[in-house]
C-alpha cells in the first residue's frame, strides 16, 4: 500500500551494529505499529503507538526502541542488532478511534533484514 | 495468554472448488475478528471483519463464519482461482488494549 512506506526495503548489517527503520504514512492516522514476521511464526508485535505522546512495548520489545516523530512517522532502532533479529518488519498504521472496521491495519510492504 | 491457531499444513485446492481457512483461538472470546491477505514479499491486507454478536459475513466469492461456541472462524473463498493463491492470516480484537493478535497464517494454493 502506498500510502505507508517504508525505508530501507532491505538491509544487511553486522552483529553489533546500530540501525534504524523508518515508516511513513500519508493515510492520517493516529495509530502505528511495528511487527516483525519469522517462518511459521506469523506477526508478532513489537511496538506500537496510538498517538505522538504514546508510545507502548509489544510482546517482543527486547533489543528494539522506537521514535514517534510526528503524526506520520515511526521509526524502529535495533540498539545492537544480534543475528536472531534477522526477520521481515513490518509497519502498519490504523485510525485512532476504536470499533470494528476503523481499527483495520494498512500495512506497508516490509523491510527485509539479514543480521551478519 | 491468548492463543490463536491457524492451519499450519499448507492448502493445495484445485480451481473452482472452495476453499476453508480455519482459525481457532482460546479462552475468552475476541470482540472481533478480521482476516488478511498476504502475498509473498508483501505486508497483509484486510479482507473481512466480523464481529462476536455476527455469525456470517460475505464479500464477492468470499464468507466468514464465527462460531464462539466453538471459538472458530471459518474462512471460505468459493469458486476459487489460482489468483486466490496467497496466505490468508487472522486476527482478533479484544476489549481492552487496542491491539490486533495475529495468526501465524495459512498458504492457499489454487491450481488450475
Known amino acids: 500500500d502506498a500510502d505507508v512506506t517504508q525505508t530501507p526495503r532491505n538491509r544487511i548489517t553486522k552483529t553489533g551494529k546500530r540501525i534504524m527503520l523508518e515508516c511513513s504514512q500519508t493515510k492520517g492516522h493516529d495509530r502505528m505499529y511495528w511487527y516483525r514476521q519469522d517462518p511459521g511464526l506469523g506477526l508478532r508485535l513489537i511496538y506500537y503507538s496510538f498517538d505522538v505522546k504514546d508510545i507502548n512495548k509489544g510482546e517482543i520489545s527486547d533489543g528494539y526502541s522506537v521514535s514517534r516523530q510526528a503524526q506520520a512517522k515511526f521509526s524502529l532502532s535495533l540498539e545492537s542488532a544480534i543475528p536472531n533479529q534477522t526477520a521481515l518488519y513490518f509497519c502498519?498504521?490504523?485510525?485512532?478511534?476504536?470499533?470494528?472496521?476503523?481499527?483495520?491495519?494498512?500495512f506497508g510492504p516490509g523491510t527485509r533484514l539479514l543480521v551478519l | 495468554s491468548q492463543k490463536i491457531e491457524q492451519n499450519s499444513e499448507a492448502l493445495n485446492i484445485q480451481e473452482g472448488k472452495t476453499a476453508t481457512l480455519t482459525c481457532n483461538y482460546t479462552n475468552y472470546s475476541p470482540a472481533y475478528l478480521q482476516w488478511y491477505r498476504q502475498d509473498p514479499g508483501r505486508g497483509p491486507v484486510f479482507l473481512l471483519l466480523i464481529r462476536e454478536n455476527e455469525k456470517e459475513k460475505r464479500k464477492e466469492r468470499l464468507k466468514v463464519t464465527f462460531d464462539t461456541t466453538l471459538k472458530q472462524s471459518l474462512f471460505h473463498i468459493t469458486a476459487s482461482q489460482p489468483a486466490d493463491s496467497a496466505t490468508y492470516l487472522c486476527?482478533?480484537?479484544?476489549?481492552?488494549?487496542?491491539?490486533?493478535?495475529f495468526g501465524q497464517g495459512t498458504e492457499l494454493s489454487v491450481k488450475p
Open positions: 502498519a498504521t490504523s485510525e485512532g478511534k476504536s470499533g470494528g472496521i476503523k481499527e483495520t491495519q494498512y
Open positions: 486476527a482478533l480484537r479484544y476489549n481492552q488494549g487496542g491491539k490486533l493478535i
